[in-house]
T-cell receptor, first 109, second 112 residues
């Protein structure tokens, strides 16, 4: 499986933007970049995914580098409810998601 | 319902007993996945069902673990002769093609 590298933890102030980085230097042409998050005591939740172009949805934006070797999940305005572990995962075809350790985001009021 | 439903939400069992965990996926979702998450650990893939294809069992930790999916819908994960190291939250997810997964709330299994 292609691997991703994320910081273990990040901290943000409430109501400020958060940029969560992910490196995936060995990404292949068929790999989609998926982001999930897991709030405390809950199952993971789908956030966003993309292939080459930047993507926006109601939860977040995904900025993908031109060479696709890195990406950034952007939360435009962090709230306390965004405190979670954020997972960046490469997925190709029907292969199951493989979760790494993710980034634990803390949001400070 | 609109989401993935898992039951029971909590299960306490004695070491050596068999347990069955149930997952009811979103209607129409062709793919179903089982994961487990031990306390403070990441998610570990167990097994994956896609349509009528043979399941991908590559993540099952031992032959005490098995799963089936009946009629392309409900799935049951069975753990035989439970051990204390089986204690974890067992999560089920379903998806439609390459879309995002929807996870259930999980079953917290405690083996005493």
């Amino acid at each position: 499986d292609a691997k991703t590298t994320q910081p273990n933890s990040m901290e943000s102030n409430e109501e400020e933007p958060v940029h969560l980085p992910c490196n995936h230097s060995t990404i292949s042409g068929t790999d989609y970049i998926h982001w999930y998050r897991q709030l405390p005591s809950q199952g993971p939740e789908y956030v966003i995914h993309g292939l080459t172009s930047n993507v926006n949805n109601r939860m977040a934006s995904l900025a993908i580098a031109e060479d696709r070797k890195s990406s950034t999940l952007i939360l435009h305005r962090a709230t306390l409810r965004d405190a979670a572990v954020y997972y960046c995962i490469l997925k190709s075809g029907n292969t199951p998601l493989v979760f790494g350790k993710g980034t634990r985001l803390s949001v400070i009021a | 319902g609109a989401g993935v439903s898992q039951s029971p939400s909590n299960k306490v069992t004695e070491k050596g007993k068999d347990v069955e965990l149930r997952c009811d996926p979103i209607s129409g979702h062709t793919a179903l996945y089982w994961y487990r998450q031990s306390l403070g650990q990441g998610l570990e893939f167990l097994i994956y069902f896609q349509g009528n294809s043979a399941p991908d069992k590559s993540g099952l930790p031992s032959d005490r673990f098995s799963a089936e999916r009946t009629g392309g819908s409900v799935s049951t994960l069975t753990i035989q002769r439970t051990q204390q190291e089986d204690s974890a939250v067992y999560l089920c997810a379903s998806s439609l093609d390459i879309s995002g997964y929807t996870f259930g709330s999980g079953t917290r299994l405690t083996v005493v």
